[in-house]
């Protein structure tokens, strides 16, 4: 059975808006249309049960990853807010009823890069993995 992935989340988000100064606001899925940058997105995926560490009863943690996305109005605010997510993601461990969580795990990331496809906004991504059981 694969654990629900909301409450992985709602640590993560937890986790991640204690630790960040509160001018970095932390969106899931979403940021609002009037959104004052900088600040980060957070887009998880529902959760998979780990296809590498099962048991004999087929039982395993669920692997939850999630792309971090920051947004400013420049390169340098952009690095500064994805720097701010990433140093949290790697020092800390949320904290879920419950739940064993393992440390985040960085997968991967692309530059820092302008979008002008709707609006010129420059923006920083990175992919991670958080495991729990």
Known sequence: MTLPSLALVNGL???????????????WAQAPPDAAMPYVVIYPDAGIKSPFERDLLNGGPTDLRYQVTAVGGSPDQTAWAHDKVS????????TVAG?????????GSQPV???D???????????????SD
Do not use: F, H, K, N
């Open 99 to 107: 739940r064993r969580v393992w440390p985040a795990i960085q997968e």
């Open 13 to 27: 988000l937890a986790m991640i808006r204690a630790s960040v100064p509160v001018t970095l606001a932390i969106y």
């Open 87 to 94: 140093a949290v993601l790697l020092s800390g461990v949320p």
């Open 113 to 115: 890069r302008r979008d």
């Open 117 to 131: 496809t709707s609006t010129p906004v420059w923006l920083a991504t990175s992919q991670w993995l958080s495991r």
